[in-house]
């Protein structure tokens, strides 16, 4: 981690991360770490997803930004989303990001990816970026290892500044995902990064064959055009800040409808539950329980 990004995490909450916690041994920290490697949200013969967390600073301050297994880990550094009018610049449909601009983004993400890679797992793996896109100041780059059990990491940059990381590798028992249908997408939604003023959502996943462009119907910002590309997609909207309670009481993650569209410019409605693999019941069942606060 550089030293921008260890001063910025020292100054989350100085009142419980004294500046010379060292994560690596601190009994607390060791602890929450062995916990969350323990989760493992895809060892069920079916399609299953984890229960995406509302992250506070506290706990991205202990766990360092590592992305642990089975379960998404998320990096927020202060101010960096800005609100007002820095927020007023997102775009609900993406622009291209290439060139240098893109090549240094996809680089630090590849880092973060191999970085988490390496504490949760003990070794690397093969991320490659599948999508960069860029909406307003921000630059989103999605990195997975192409595998059948989909190791994944999300980066978000403001101004070619990390905001946010977060992502997922699958845990000892993972079960192979299960192939997308044609015409079809598959994603896991939920993954969140709320400040008291303001939260981020961000989705990626896969598309079947035929699909060329995807659009997510949110609860925020309406229609939102993905950015399709080699079978995967991503899309990111701001929206109001949450709480736990919240994100426990809905696994919908802010989504109420996903529209592929086809190479022969049809366009087909996938519900909820074929995007996430779950029932209206799962869906509708509250979750029960969320981050881990060292105190």
């Known amino acids: 981690m550089n030293d921008t990004l260890d001063h910025a995490l020292r100054d989350l909450d100085p009142a419980v991360t004294p500046a010379d916690l060292d994560t690596s041994t601190d009994p607390k920290a060791r602890a929450l770490l062995a916990r969350v490697m323990d989760t493992d949200p895809m060892g069920a013969p079916t399609p299953t997803i984890s229960r995406p967390r509302v992250l506070t600073a506290r706990r991205l301050t202990m766990i360092g930004g ?13 101010g960096v989303f800005g609100g007002g009018a820095a927020m007023a610049a997102w775009s609900a449909t993406p622009h ?22 390496k504490r949760t797992t003990g070794r690397e ?10 909406r307003g100041p ?23 500044d990390i905001a946010a990381v977060g992502g997922t590798t699958p845990g ?14 598959r994603a896991a939604l ?10 981020v959502r961000i989705v990626t ?6 699909v060329v462009g995807l659009e997510l119907s949110t609860e925020a910002k309406g229609s939102v055009t993905a950015t399709v590309t080699g079978g995967y997609f991503a899309a990111w909207w701001p929206d109001a800040p949450t709480t736990e309670e919240r994100e426990n009481a809905s696994r ?10 086809l190479q022969d410019g049809s366009r087909h409605s996938v519900s909820i539950e074929e995007l996430t693999g779950r029932t209206s019941a799962q869906l509708n069942t509250p979750a029960t329980g969320g981050s881990v606060k060292l105190d």
């Open 125 to 134: 793996l093969g991320f490659r970026p599948v999508v960069t896109e860029g």
């Open 205 to 210: 996943g896969r598309v079947g064959a035929g």
């Open 252 to 261: 919908r993650g802010g989504v109420t409808g996903v529209t592929t569209i």
């Open 96 to 117: 291209t990001v290439s060139g240098d601009q893109a090549a240094e983004a996809q680089e630090k993400c590849l880092d973060h990816a191999q970085d988490a890679a």
């Open 66 to 78: 590592g992305v642990a297994a089975g379960i998404a880990a998320v990096l927020l550094l202060p």
């Open 138 to 160: 921000w630059t989103l780059v999605y990195v997975n290892d192409d595998s059948s059990h989909l190791a994944e990491i999300r980066c978000l940059f403001r101004d070619g």
């Open 190 to 199: 939920g993954s969140v990064v709320s400040s008291s003023e303001e939260s």
């Open 172 to 185: 000892s028992g993972a079960q192979p995902l299960p192939p997308v249908p044609a015409g079809s997408a």
